[in-house]
């Protein structure tokens, strides 16, 4: 977990990722679990992913920020989270 990274916002993905875009079948994920390679993420659980950030944290993710390093896994998503919640981290 980086610096600017939140337990809470880590959190609230982890349970999100299990419930919704999993469907409760978690097994083996962890907050470094590589979520494009294990195929949890794809281009339609990613859009509903950005909504859910928009709507639960209260900020946009800028098409600039939609790349493979900011959705690697868990932790990266934490931290862009955190980074577009913070005015000076954008």
Not at 9 to 17: D, H, I, K, P
Not at 72 to 85: K, W
């Amino acid at each position: 977990m980086s610096s600017n990274e939140s337990p809470e916002t880590l959190s609230r993905l982890v349970e999100y990722t299990r419930t919704v875009l999993l469907g409760g079948d978690a097994d083996g994920l962890t907050p470094e679990t590589p979520l494009l390679e294990w195929g949890v993420l794809d281009s339609l659980k990613t859009a509903r992913l950005v909504g859910w950030i928009r709507d639960e944290f209260g900020v946009r993710v800028p098409p600039t920020k939609m790349n493979g390093a900011n959705f690697r896994d868990l932790n990266s998503i934490a931290a862009l989270v955190e980074s577009l919640r913070d005015p000076a981290g954008v």
